[in-house]
């Protein structure tokens, strides 16, 4: 079946990094755009950006008015893997999180394969 | 960016109400506008995409409806299973801003 598979749960120290991974199966994975999503503890969701799975093409907003992880952020993919990533540099205790990973079949429509979410607990 | 907001932040229902929540874009962003179900613990699942289009395997108690900046979900005999936050997003220009949710929950 359509399936969207992350990377396990991951324990960090301020300023290290962190790369979650995507991996895709059930469809064609180069056909479909990845989104990234967190949700802080307690909080709503909040958009990071996505990547062209065909071109590797990213967007992760607009720079002129960063996100507070633009800059931090770079979007990957390994189309002989199936697998999209996701890293975040410089981590700070804000950035404790579950990370989701989502697919469109557009980039401006609904997300509608999500993997399971990632927690990435940032502590010194 | 585009904000998004909505409301009511919260509301508590019974079973078999009739419930909408509103969402409000700062600017146009013409049908770009999804709607998620969100349950503790689990992924958001896509309900509603461009504003009025039943995702596959959706109930059909779920409709969507507006364009432009006014959007409207609403769920025609809540059941015990919608109890959950509900976020819209917008995908018209990046970043694809959600707002900050609607909790639903159980009177």
């Known amino acids: 079946q359509v399936q969207l598979v992350q990377s396990g749960a991951e324990v960090k120290k301020p300023g290290a990094s962190v790369k979650v991974s995507c991996k895709a199966s059930?469809?064609?994975?180069?056909?479909?755009?990845i989104h990234w999503v967190r949700q802080a503890p307690g909080q709503g969701l909040e958009y990071m950006g996505w990547?062209?799975?065909?071109?590797?093409?990213?967007?992760?907003?607009?720079?002129d008015f960063p996100q507070k992880f633009q800059g931090r952020v770079t979007m990957t993919r390994d189309t002989s893997l199936d697998t999209a990533y996701m890293e975040l540099s410089r981590l700070r205790s804000d950035d404790t999180a579950i990370y989701y990973c989502?697919?469109?079949?557009?980039?401006?429509?609904?997300?509608?394969?999500w993997g399971q979410g990632t927690t990435v607990i940032v502590y010194s | 960016d585009i904000q998004m907001t909505q409301s009511p932040s919260s509301l508590s229902a019974s079973v078999g109400d009739r419930v909408t929540i509103t969402c409000r874009a700062s600017r146009s962003i013409s049908s770009y506008l999804h709607w998620y179900q969100v349950k503790p613990g689990k992924a958001p699942n896509l309900l509603i995409y461009t504003a009025s289009t039943l995702q596959s395997g959706v109930p059909s108690r779920f409709s969507g409806s507006g364009s432009g900046t006014d959007f409207t979900l609403t769920i025609s005999s809540l059941q015990p299973e919608d109890f959950a936050t509900y976020y819209c997003q917008q995908t018209h220009r990046t970043p694809f801003t959600f707002g900050p949710g609607t909790k639903v929950d159980i009177k």
């Open positions: 990547i062209n799975t065909n071109t590797g093409g990213t967007d992760y907003g607009d720079p």
């Open positions: 989502a697919r469109t079949r557009t980039v401006s429509y609904g997300m509608d394969v």
């Open positions: 059930g469809y064609t994975f180069t056909g479909y755009y």
